[in-house]
């Protein structure tokens, strides 16, 4: 694994010091690694960014004072930039989607292996996000109401190109632009260009938004 980033800050925000010390002997192997601050709180967390702001923020879901979506609130509000990553060990669809829609860069189990969160980490500081299969699924589910006439107009060929929804659907399938650039026989830089466009096209903010404007739209099915 390579990335072209150096000497980055970590954060972690977690209440339990064990797990908060397992996360530390990881990352202080990898070598694009610098600093790696651990807090227990909010408060604490908070300091830290208006001191340095972290590159990435390992954030646990449940904690005694704060959960991870009112952490996740209140750091994106003033530091928007901020790129979280999950760590949590509930699975459950709402929060995954709860989670992605505030803004979060990906959603991981605690019980990740040591490769996977390495791999996110390093995804999410050189693409911004790291979807995998299970936070697609999740969001699809979270977001779609059965009920709801399916509309295909906001898919009109004319104002998506067949490239531009092919990559959407690439996307919906939690594929990274890596993926998607070796399945379609195009550069990664080419891929970002797509999405680009089809967030301007969507106005929306996220790869997390995106997906949920075509799960709505009757773009893609589950």
């Known amino acids: 694994m390579t990335t072209p980033l150096a000497g980055i800050h970590v954060a972690l925000l977690d209440d339990h010091p064990l797990f908060r010390q397992g996360l530390c002997h990881l990352l202080q192997d990898l070598p694009y690694v610098e600093t790696i601050t651990e807090t227990a709180n909010l408060p604490e967390l908070l300091v830290v960014c208006r001191q340095r702001l972290p590159d990435v923020l390992l954030l646990d879901l449940q904690m005694p004072e704060h959960d991870g979506g009112e952490v996740a609130q209140v750091l994106l509000k003033e530091f928007p930039e901020l ?5 949590s060990m509930f ?16 959603y991981l189990p605690k019980d990740a292996s040591q490769s996977e969160i390495i791999h996110a980490i390093s995804e999410v500081l050189t693409t911004g996000y790291y979807l995998t ?11 779609q109401e059965p009920t709801r006439k399916r509309s295909s107009s906001l898919f009109d060929p004319i104002y998506f190109t067949p490239r531009e929804k092919e990559v959407l659907r690439l996307m919906c399938q939690g594929l990274t632009n890596l993926n998607i650039a070796e399945k379609l026989f195009i550069s990664s830089r080419t891929v970002e ?5 089809l967030l301007e096209k969507t106005e929306s903010s996220n790869t997390a938004s995106l997906i949920v404007y075509a799960v709505k739209n009757g773009f893609i099915e589950t």
């Open 83 to 87: 790129k979280i990553i999950v760590l």
């Open 91 to 106: 699975a459950a669809d709402k929060y995954i989607t709860q989670m992605m829609k505030l803004g979060a860069r990906s």
């Open 133 to 143: 299969a299970r936070i697609s699924r999740a969001v699809t589910r979270g977001i």
């Open 193 to 197: 260009g797509y999405r680009q466009r």
